[in-house]
C-alpha cells in the first residue's frame, strides 16, 4: 500500500504533538532553499551558518508558543524570518543605509534611480524582498496606474518599455508614474513609520 505524504501542516501539527521526527523532515525539505538564499545575500559561509541556525531557532519558537498561522506557505514563511534577520545583521553592521536619505518635505530622493536598476544584482534583490516583506499592503493605497506600474517593475520585473507597451502609454509616462508612485510609497512608509533598506 502506497504511502501518502504529509502535508506541511500534518508534519507541523505531528511535531507539535511531540513528534521531533516530524520537525526533521519539515527541515530536510526547506533547509537548501534557506541555506543557499542566506548564502546568496551575505556571501560568507559562517556567517550564513550562524544566520540559518538562528532561523531555525525562531521557527521552533513561534511554532511551540502557537503564533505560526501561515497555513501552505512554510517555506515562504521561512524565508521571510531570513531576510528579516540577515537585514537585521546588515543593519546592526551599518551595511545597509537607508535607500531615500530625504525627508518628505522634500520629494526628491534616490530611491528612484536606486529601483531603475538595468540588471539584477543583490542590492536591486533585497530591496525587492523587502518591499514584498514590509511594505505590499501599503501599495494598495496607491492610485490604480502607479500601483500598477510599481507592481510590474518592482515585483514583475518588467522593463519600463514593457510596460509602456503594455499599457499604450509612453515611456515617459511610465517612468512619471512610477517617480509618484515612490513618492507617495515613501511618504506611507514614513507615516506608518518603516524603514525600508539596501545593502
Request: no cysteine; glycine share 4%.
Amino acid at each position: 500500500m502506497e504511502k501518502i505524504a504529509l502535508t506541511e501542516q500534518d508534519l507541523i501539527r505531528n511535531y507539535l504533538a511531540g513528534d521531533d521526527k516530524a520537525f526533521e523532515v519539515l527541515l530536510n525539505q526547506t533547509k537548501d532553499r534557506v541555506f543557499g538564499y542566506i548564502m546568496s545575500k551575505v556571501r560568507e559561509s559562517d556567517l550564513a551558518n550562524d544566520i540559518f541556525q538562528e532561523v531555525f531557532i525562531k521557527v521552533i519558537r513561534t511554532l511551540k508558543n502557537g503564533s505560526y498561522n501561515e497555513e501552505g506557505k512554510f517555506l515562504p514563511w521561512v524565508l521571510t524570518i531570513s531576510h528579516n534577520l540577515i537585514v537585521d545583521h546588515f543593519r546592526k553592521n551599518k551595511k545597509m543605509p537607508m535607500i531615500y536619505e530625504s525627508s518628505s518635505k522634500n520629494p526628491e530622493f534616490n530611491i528612484f534611480s536606486v529601483l531603475e536598476l538595468k540588471d539584477s544584482n543583490i542590492q536591486d534583490d533585497m530591496i525587492k524582498d523587502q518591499i514584498e516583506s514590509d511594505v505590499t499592503r501599503l501599495v494598495e493605497f496607491l492610485p490604480e496606474d502607479q500601483r500598477e506600474v510599481l507592481r510590474r517593475r518592482v515585483f514583475k520585473g518588467m522593463s519600463f518599455k514593457d510596460i509602456a507597451e503594455a499599457d499604450d502609454i509612453s515611456i515617459n509616462t511610465a517612468l512619471g508614474r512610477m517617480r509618484y508612485a515612490l513618492i507617495n510609497l515613501r511618504k506611507l512608509i514614513e507615516k506608518h513609520n518603516i524603514s525600508i533598506t539596501t545593502n
